[in-house]
């Protein structure tokens, strides 16, 4: 019998604070993909990540699933997609259909957050991101959006569903733990 870990994709914030999440998860046992790094892998890197949100949206989610396939674990106990339920595109907010998630076996979701103000400074000196301008204001809103985003495609495929904080990492953990176990 072929061993078939349990996959999940937890949604992001933009700018939100992630990385800090991420060292402090060093000590867990987990494969970690982001789907900016899969979608450029499979379009071979021709286009720079922070460009991607400026391609089609539909193939970009078809070459997530495609490069996820090739590149998933299946040794992992567990696999932490890092990527996002809405994307800032060049017409504006676009969500990610559920079926993407679904197609990548998602079997829970995380939304992580941070304080809109903080993503706002983060991003003012981050120069080496290209990333749009968007106000404390525009940032409430997306994370918002994306969090209610989030929930819909954790109810429409029943799977557990966690709010987060970015430095909340034990309750993160926690979260990944109980996926792991069953208990969630």
């Known amino acids: 019998m072929l061993y078939d870990p349990e996959y999940r994709r937890f949604s992001r914030n ?6 800090h999440l991420r060292e402090s998860l060093r000590t867990m046992s987990f494969q970690h993909l982001t789907a900016g790094y899969l979608i450029g892998q499979a379009r071979d890197a021709q286009i720079a990540h922070d460009h991607l949100r400026l391609q089609n949206i539909a193939d970009n989610q078809d070459l997530l699933v495609e490069g996820f396939l090739i590149r998933k674990d299946f040794r992992a106990a567990c696999v932490v997609l890092d990527g996002h339920a809405i994307i800032d ?19 829970a979701v995380a939304h992580l957050e941070a304080d809109p103000q903080q993503i706002f400074v983060n991003r003012e000196g981050d120069n080496s991101r290209a990333r749009p301008r968007r106000s404390p204001d525009e940032l409430v809103e997306h994370q918002s959006l994306s969090l209610a985003r989030s929930q819909i495609i954790a109810n429409e495929l029943t799977v557990p569903f966690a709010r987060l904080r970015t430095e909340e990492s034990k309750n993160f953990a926690l979260f990944i733990q109980g996926v792991v176990s069953g208990k969630l």
Do not use: A, C, K, M
């Not at 933009?14 to 990385?19: E, K, L």
């Not at 595109?89 to 969500?95: A, D, I, K, Q």
């Open 89 to 107: 595109g060049p017409s504006g907010l676009e969500t990610i259909d559920v079926d993407i998630f679904r197609r990548l076996g998602v079997n």
């Open 14 to 19: 933009f700018g939100s604070g992630q990385d």
